[in-house]
Nanobody, 125 residues
Framework: VQLQASGGGWVQAGGSLRLSCAAS????????TGWFRQAPGKERELVAS????????YYRDSVKGRFTISRDNAKNTVYLQMTSLEPEDTAIYYC???????????????????WGQGTQVTVSS
């Protein structure tokens, strides 16, 4: 599975961005998908994930109510809609796929074996 992330950029605090992750090489319809981020000097963290068809999702506490993960299976693409952005959201954002996730593991960072190249999100105060 190859993943191509896009949609990052610079935005002022309170603004919005939508990240896209286009998959190729296989259908991700039945895979768990996740958006991770890594800020300078910090470890990579899971921001949001979607289990298989997208009926079950996870968000880390700091983005709940502001970020929305979704997918378009016809386009084999996953999205992360980000609103009310804060300077603390500044990071490189990565999409990833876990082809073997089960319901109890799709929020774990392990198991995500296919990764996109990352897209920079910068939020200024």
């Amino acid at each position: 599975v190859q993943l191509q992330a896009s949609g990052g950029g610079w935005v002022q605090a309170g603004g919005s961005l939508r990240l896209s992750c286009a998959a190729s090489g296989a259908s991700i319809r039945n895979y768990a998908t996740g958006w991770f981020r890594q800020a300078p000097g910090k470890e990579r963290e899971l921001v949001a994930s979607s289990f298989r068809s997208g009926g079950t999702v996870y968000y880390r506490d700091s983005v709940k109510g502001r970020f929305t993960i979704s997918r378009d299976n016809a386009k084999n693409t996953v999205y992360l809609q980000m609103t009310s952005l804060e300077p603390e959201d500044t990071a490189i954002y990565y999409c990833a796929v876990n082809p073997r996730a089960i319901l109890s593991t799709f929020t774990s960072t392990s198991g995500y074996i296919y990764w996109g190249q990352g897209t920079q999100v910068t939020v200024s105060s």
